[in-house]
């Protein structure tokens, strides 16, 4: 038993310091090379997409390190296995070590952005690990005082793991680190003044913003050498600098923005004010040929998101961000570069870390969540959440205060209504809104009695649809049906 704990643990150290110095070398030159993160990465773009909206649902932004912690963990396992049997058959050892390398390096090179460089860093692990590995287990073979020197190699091997690690860290924040501040323009067209009347909780500040998206390391997207490429169904390519971008006049906006994703009540929206170039001038000024119906937005780390070109040009404020309440977007947001598409969902017309505007059609291509079945234009559907009081409150019986938010950007909220306990419905009081681009905030006095209580809200936009009570999933096309609390006033 003991032996085989030992033998285990040598595995597991051995691929320790293989990943560690992969990831101090990566750290150096593609982060996101990295073995973890580009078995990480394949794995998301390979999930069923159920299996990702049960991620998204359950887990919220812990899903990223909840992968990586079980790729982390499933490689562990390996390695202790390969430990055990590789101190019985010692050809193992490098036949493990090579499918492990080969599996790092082949997720690397189907990355989207993969370089020729892209497998180097696991190679470079899988050699490491079995050498380091094939090293300790023959210090166990040796005939006397194996205890000892078998010690004094993991000693070793764990010390320069923890320092390759430390380093890669260390690189990462110094190194890696980019420019993350702009001189922000004045917008030519500013936003209106936020009327008065509004309730806090209006604009959702940057830290409190939801935050959805596939990749495992944040791109950091060097400002000074960004470029944004427009091409495709064009009369002339177009290619801009940032100071290109933002020589053009601005706009800005406020505009709420939410997740296909979000669950009914749930938290993936939030409304900023936005900066940024509308994008019907850049594409005319492309020359854009009237065949094109899909924009198709590409990344720095390869996502694909389609547009339909109508919305850049039907008079919305479509737009390229470089800024959100009044600071250069947040690298987790998208800086330097961003779309924002009012009246669709973020993965119909938000890419972030934008660098490239194909224009194309939809018959012609498929952007990555299309591809994964989600349902195209994207159009945000009406909704309605209540925010106050709190599931499962105990308020006390007299009036209580009953508040949230409904969406319909674009059509915009003409009317929310209020069930206490399946009753008839009853008109809430809608707060002012600069435009149908934002949600609606909504209040409602309750006169609440004792006892258990269900409250339940429903929207109606300016095309008089009713939201609909008929639950439906996230997927493919976002989901409906009505928010419902149960609080027990005392
Ligand atoms: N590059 C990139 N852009 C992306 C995504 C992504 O995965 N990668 N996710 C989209 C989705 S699904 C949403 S809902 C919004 C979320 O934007 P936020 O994280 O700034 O709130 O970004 C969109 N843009
Ligand atoms: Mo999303």
């Known amino acids: 038993m003991r032996d085989l704990l030992r033998d285990a643990a040598a595995g597991v150290l051995a691929a320790g310091l293989g990943i560690a110095v992969a990831e101090l070398f990566a750290a150096t030159t593609r982060p996101d090379a990295a073995p973890l993160i580009a078995v990480g990465g394949a794995i998301i773009d390979a999930t069923p997409t159920p299996v990702k909206?049960?991620?998204?649902?359950?887990?919220?932004?812990?899903?990223?390190?909840?992968?990586?912690?079980?790729?982390?963990?499933?490689?562990?396992?390996?390695?202790?296995?390969?430990?055990?049997?590789?101190?019985?058959?010692?050809?193992?050892?490098?036949?493990?070590?090579?499918?492990?390398?080969?599996?790092?390096?082949?997720?690397?090179?189907?990355?989207?952005?993969?370089?020729?460089?892209?497998?180097?860093?696991?190679?470079?692990?899988?050699?490491?690990?079995?050498?380091?590995?094939?090293?300790?287990?023959?210090?166990?073979?040796?005939?006397?005082?194996?205890?000892?020197?078998?010690?004094?190699?993991?000693v070793l091997v764990g010390g320069a793991a923890v320092l390759a690690e430390a380093g890669a860290q260390l690189l990462t924040r110094t190194v890696g680190r980019v420019r993350t501040d702009l001189a922000l323009p004045a917008p030519s067209s500013p936003a209106k003044p936020v009327p008065t009347g509004i309730a806090p909780g209006f604009t959702t500040p940057s830290a409190d913003f939801y935050r959805v998206d596939t990749a495992l390391t944040v791109p950091r997207v060097d400002p000074d050498t960004w470029t944004l490429r427009i091409h495709g169904m064009v009369g002339t390519e177009l290619k801009l600098s940032l100071d290109d971008l933002l020589r053009r006049p601005l706009i800005e906006r406020d505009i709420t923005l939410n997740c296909v994703s979000n669950e009914v009540g749930g938290p993936y929206i939030g409304t900023a004010r936005w900066l940024g170039v509308p994008l019907a001038p850049l594409l005319r000024e492309a020359g854009l040929r009237p065949e094109a119906d899909q924009i198709v937005a590409r990344s720095v780390e390869g996502m694909t998101?389609?547009?339909?070109?109508?919305?850049?040009?039907?008079?919305?404020?479509?737009?390229?961000?470089?800024?959100?309440?009044?600071?250069?977007?947040?690298?987790?947001?998208?800086?330097?570069?961003?779309?924002?598409?009012p009246g669709l969902y973020?993965?119909?017309?938000?890419?972030?870390?934008?660098?490239?505007?194909?224009?194309?059609?939809?018959?012609?291509?498929?952007?990555?969540?299309?591809?994964?079945?989600?349902?195209?234009?994207?159009?945000?559907?009406?909704?309605?959440?209540?925010?106050?009081?709190?599931?499962?409150?105990?308020?006390?019986?007299?009036?209580?205060?009953?508040?949230?938010?409904?969406?319909?950007?674009?059509?915009?909220?003409?009317?929310?209504?209020?069930?206490?306990?399946?009753?008839?419905?009853?008109?809430?009081?809608?707060?002012?809104?600069?435009?149908?681009?934002?949600?609606v905030q909504w209040r409602w006095t309750w006169n609440a009695t004792a006892g258990p209580h269900s409250l339940s809200v429903r929207a109606t936009d300016s095309t008089g649809q009713v939201q609909t009570e008929a639950r439906a999933t996230p997927f493919p096309s976002g989901a409906t049906g009505r928010h419902t609390i149960t609080v027990t006033v005392e």
Not at 64 to 78: H, N, R
Not at 91 to 120: H, N
């Open 53 to 154: 909206e049960f991620a998204v649902r359950e887990l919220g932004t812990n899903d990223k390190p909840v992968l990586l912690g079980s790729v982390g963990l499933v490689l562990a396992l390996f390695a202790a296995a390969l430990g055990v049997l590789g101190r019985r058959r010692r050809i193992l050892v490098p036949i493990g070590t090579v499918v492990l390398g080969a599996a790092g390096a082949t997720a690397a090179l189907t990355r989207p952005t993969a370089s020729a460089f892209s497998p180097v860093p696991s190679l470079l692990a899988a050699a490491i690990a079995g050498a380091t590995l094939w090293w300790l287990l023959r210090t166990v073979d040796q005939p006397t005082g194996n205890r000892r020197a078998f010690l004094r190699g993991v």
């Open 346 to 439: 973020g993965y119909a017309g938000a890419c972030k870390w934008v660098t490239e505007l194909e224009l194309t059609t939809f018959a012609k291509f498929d952007a990555y969540w299309v591809e994964r079945g989600w349902a195209r234009p994207g159009t945000v559907k009406t909704a309605s959440r209540i925010d106050k009081p709190r599931p499962f409150a105990r308020p006390a019986a007299g009036p209580v205060t009953v508040a949230g938010v409904a969406w319909a950007q674009r059509r915009g909220i003409t009317k929310v209504e209020i069930s206490v306990d399946g009753g008839t419905w009853q008109a809430a009081e809608l707060l002012p809104v600069p435009s149908t681009d934002t949600w």
């Open 305 to 341: 998101i389609g547009t339909p070109v109508a919305t850049a040009l039907d008079g919305r404020d479509t737009m390229l961000a470089v800024a959100m309440n009044g600071e250069p977007l947040r690298p987790e947001h998208g800086f330097p570069v961003r779309m924002l598409t």
